[in-house]
């Protein structure tokens, strides 16, 4: 086979995985990705303040496969509240590389990275820088967005470097939430 038709070929199986939301093992068997992670999920959802306020909601997490290759549909509920509630989807990007978007359904999407078993994002929204995690561990998976404000960040800079600047964003808000399988 040429170099050419082998660069192709490579391309194409690529392509496929990549569509198929499957990867292959050391002995060439296929491994679902997110096999582990579809299922519904239930917990109560922390909040905290820096002001000292506490508060807790039942959440839930229901993840599963849409007729899509490489798509799944990423369902968020909050008990009393529609308005934080969503349907969501989460898109395989490159699964090689770990990347995914929650597409929200409103032109809204959100970059995911998913490492060791735990999808990281960082977006900002309204003046707040939010970081969120989904951490997969056995039967549970641990939540949390640390939220900080991004209209009242505190500036440093080295002293010899005038564009070694520093910005810092104070937080003001945690949720977490243990999610367990149901």
Known sequence: MSVGKLKSALLFIGLILFLSGHSYSQDEKPVRLLEKWIGSWEGSLEITTVEGKN????MRLEISETDTPGVFKWI?????SDRLSGNYLLRVQN????????????????????????????????GSLLSSKYRLAGDNIYFEVVTSSMNNSNISADSSEENNLVYS?????????VLQKK
């Open 55 to 58: 508060s807790q909601i039942d």
């Open 76 to 80: 968020l509920k909050y008990s009393g």
């Open 95 to 126: 699964s090689g590389a770990g990347t995914y978007i929650l597409d929200e359904n409103n032109s809204m999407k959100i970059d995911y990275y998913l490492y060791d078993n735990t999808f990281y994002a960082s977006f900002s929204s309204q």
């Open 169 to 177: 964003y104070p937080v003001f808000a945690l949720q977490k939430a």
